[in-house]
């Protein structure tokens, strides 16, 4: 089959067999989309080797009999969806697989374990690739009203969702959503739909507008400066080291920064105002899916305005290149 | 009056006139203790000029008649103590004084109006002095159990207790405190009051010792190598920029980082760690005076210990000078 890999410094497709399942799920991969994350791995940041991509929708090509025992071991969603998880059931999937025996596996949430398997991030092949394999636990059905080109938008936006795991967000709370890239825009709009008053802050007047459309407010970074101290989150999605100090710089006294985008490298802060202003600064990484294909399954998030262009997986180097070009959002790859 | 003051990047005893009271409370100091604030203001990191010190107990020598409306304005505690607060009461104050008009002020918290003073640390003359004005509003009485030795300790014991308004401590939440100096040692101890096991952790043996005696562990940084994600709250009490990089190894993925002290100039952060293993980073500064007056009524911290020297205010350089060599603790001023 054909797979997009990153080895020995080199982006390249090569021919590659099929997964062997060995108590595993058999995907075949219908679309998969390029995050920022295969951008830095394939900059060599992430030392990881093998095919990339975690952002996929697919059927089921065939299920092992492990299958009570991975589900056993792996909660990591309730099990309502035991039933629909048959060969050529239309899914998603969560891209930790914990290793199902320490603690964090046993209380249910793989997505911190030590030995954990991340799909085409740590120690597993990943989905930009014509088949894939995960555990069966770590698959949900995809509703029939969501499209692949929106279900592939499952994984991003299940980390938006996550940022509602760990800030305290109610229709009063004055947020800030700083960058208006895909991050920010999925972060933007997964805020607005509790009701609470979100600002997106970025550079791009096209993307902004993808916001305005769902009657997000948005400002530009200069604008910032007249709304200092106003917001009691704010959620910095640039990816930018002076994301952070905007943020510090917009926060009221006690107020929560939601640290969304996995920088590279360090990062200066200035630790004695996260004291004096009592700042809550809050790490977030993967959320889980079954809210995000909730809210897709609604229409309550606006996801293809987001796409930017379609290729061939056989085309995957240069969708890489693409997607790395100033102004790209999401590019999509199919097998 | 004599007041230990610093001026025009110099630090000196001077004679200045008895501070008019204009509606506030004015104390007589009996003891003042010297804190890291005052080493870094006498540095010239923080830009404030004039009679440092906010750490204090003394007795109040007379109330202006405009007591009802400071009270009104500045409700920081509750009111139980109203009807003590006369002539002659040994008193501690809380360091904030707030505007009394603003949005945090009026919610009954000035610690963060952004028009507040802070005694011997913006606009308004501190505590290592013969007299001192507050508003009546932030003093509390002394309870005659608590020597004015131990009294002196409420304001650093109050934001060693602020960690507990800020971190989730139950039982069974193992923490662990990094650095060994009187702020760690006061921080330690308040932790171990809830029940929580604590580890402290620093390098100077002769200071842990203070801590075995409460039943607390100690460990050396040197140990904390085999200690690695075992910690659901750290507390960073060092000062150091190491301090938070030893606290994120510590750190259980979804743990707390309480950032105590207030480091000056900007700080490097592995952000990537903070987001993959979703840490939450919380600043804590002052905290309430009522429940560090209850532990020390209780006798349920060794502040004593803590008293490195003891020297009369006309010494008050030599004393700045002595707190400021390593191994030293709290360096105490008499009037």
Known sequence: MKALRYENGTLHVAEIAKPVVDGEALVRVMLSGICNTDLEIARGYAGFQGTIGHEFVGVIESVSEARASARASQPSEPSLTVGLLTQGQRVVGEINAGCGACDLCLAGDPRHCAKRTVLGIVGRDGAHAEFLKLPLANLLPVPDQISDERAVFTEPLAAACGILERAPIATDTRVAVIGDGKLGLLCAQVIATTGAPVTLIGKHKGKLQIAERRGIETMTVDETEARKREFDVVVEASGSPSGFATALDLLHPGGVLVL?????????????????????????????????????????????????????????????????????????LRP
Chains 1, 2 share one sequence.
Do not use: N
């Open 260 to 332: 969304k985008s996995t920088f590279h490298g360090a990062m200066e802060i200035d630790a004695a105002r996260v004291v004096v202003d009592e700042i809550t600064v809050v790490g977030s990484r993967c959320g889980r899916f079954a809210p995000a294909l909730e809210l897709l399954e609604k229409g309550a998030v606006d996801v293809q305005s987001l796409i930017s262009e379609e290729f061939t997986l056989a085309d995957g180097v240069r969708a890489m290149q693409v997607a790395s070009e100033p102004g790209v959002m999401k590019v999509l």
